[in-house]
């Protein structure tokens, strides 16, 4: 049983050494309780619980304290992907959901399993998500003050490896920031969340950068044709070198590898294999 989990990327230069060290404690006590309850629940279950906290907490971009696009509003984005099951399902720009990562949860027993805008909004309702606004104050003022590109890149994701074997990955983001309304964001496609019984991965970083490599999806496919995750992640970031993609991956295998990459230093990370390690 095995979890690694990611926080986005945080900036050198922008970050002050308080909020480091406030990041590497939330993603120390997720990532515990993470390993935790994945004694006592799937890799889907446990990618959707860790997931869920990370968007609970407003030091991350996504679910409360997610980036304003710009028009002001936030609209969020996630998806799940079961391994064993090779279901996918996500929500693209969903607006007014506290946790939109169980809200594609939701979506994996349906049959039309990605949804966005309205329709995803609607979908929620009727099954029980309240209306919650998730703008907190510390985003809104860095909108005020047109400062997004300071903290952007702070999306959220998990990987975990079941006592079954099983494989899960799940990723959550509010976006880019600024970004045009309703631009649609890796998180809830298949190059920024994917996974097989082999292996699964998720990713942040820019997003067009991820979907230029189609990068959850090649590095996963790499590992089914034989790689290691390792060797399958050094390829793929290897090759958006060519147009300096910007890019963090983690992942796990079915046969217990874990590993995780980034194009630029600084993706904010954790993982529980043996032992509990968080990025410094
Ligand atoms: N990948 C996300 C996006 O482009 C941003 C991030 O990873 O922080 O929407």
Known sequence: MKVIIHGGFFSESNTNQETKRAKQDAMAQICEAAHKYLQTHTATETAMF?????????????????QLQSDGKVRLSAAVMEGHTQRFAGVINLEEVKNPIHVAGKLLAVDDRVLSGEGAQKFARDHGFDSYNPVSEQRLKEYQEKRNQANRLGTVGCVALDRDGNLAAATSTGGKGFEIPCRVSDSATVAGNYADRLSAVSCTGVGEDIVSAALASRIV???????????????????????????????ITAAGEIFHMD??????????????????
């Open 221 to 251: 496919t790499r590992v089914a044709d034989g790689q290691t995750l390792k060797q399958a992640m050094e390829r793929s970031f290897s090759e958006m070198k060519a147009y300096d993609g910007f890019a963090g991956a983690i992942g």
């Open 50 to 66: 860790a997931v869920a906290l990370l968007e609970d907490h407003e030091l991350f971009n996504a679910g409360y304290g997610s």
């Open 263 to 280: 194009s630029h230093p600084y993706m904010v990370w954790a993982s529980f294999d043996i032992n509990l390690q968080v990025f410094s």
